[in-house]
């Protein structure tokens, strides 16, 4: 009898934890940064609207490219650099038209990470347990993310904005080199 959570699984919980925990750190104080920038209420609307059309409209083309790739995983690997340098690049981000370009970034981290994730981990889904095992993988992506919106608010109540982006970009920079360091046949 198979084990509920397999070494891939539980290998992908932990890289899917560290994507949301990175984002949550910043994503519930955004708001609080994009007016400390000089933007206002449609400023923050626009950069989203930015980063939502980037990862939507990529997210196809890198969904197509990911069917013909033999390891996938390298895809996610590369989403957290790109993503690292998106956090990175917060960090210098000093005007509204500064964010906008942080959110294409962002957006096109977003849209190779989607596609590759989640053919990796369907891979590794035991039919008979996929319930699950999906639900563990939804299940954290709403409680991590919690803990890194409490951890995030300190964070930047105690040191400002510029420690959480480097957190974040150190986090996605970690994450990428584990799943590279990864033995290929574990993913």
């Not at 939502?52 to 690997?77: P, Q, R």
């Not at 096109?108 to 039919?127: E, L, M, T």
């Amino acid at each position: 009898d198979k084990p509920m959570f397999s070494k891939p699984i539980k290998a992908l919980l932990l890289i899917g934890g560290l994507y949301y925990f990175a984002d949550a750190l910043f994503l519930p104080i955004y708001a609080i940064f994009v007016k400390e920038i000089g933007g206002d209420i449609q400023t923050a609307s626009n950069a989203y609207a930015i980063f939502w059309l980037t990862a939507g409209f990529l997210t196809f083309v890198a969904g197509k490219y990911e069917d013909k790739m033999k390891e996938s995983e390298l895809s996610i690997a590369v989403s957290q650099y790109v993503m690292a340098v998106g956090f990175l690049l917060y960090y210098i981000t000093t005007t509204p038209q500064m964010l906008y370009v942080v959110m294409v970034v962002l957006g096109i981290g977003n849209a190779i990470y989607w596609p590759a994730f989640h053919s990796v981990y369907g891979k590794h889904i035991d039919g008979k347990k996929s319930g699950a095992q999906w639900s563990l993988y939804d299940g954290l992506s709403y409680i991590i993310p919690a803990a890194g919106s409490v951890l995030g608010g300190y964070l930047v109540n105690t040191y400002g904005f510029d420690m959480i982006f480097l957190l974040m970009a150190g986090i996605a920079f970690i994450t990428g080199t584990f799943i590279i360091l990864l033995p290929r046949k574990l993913l």
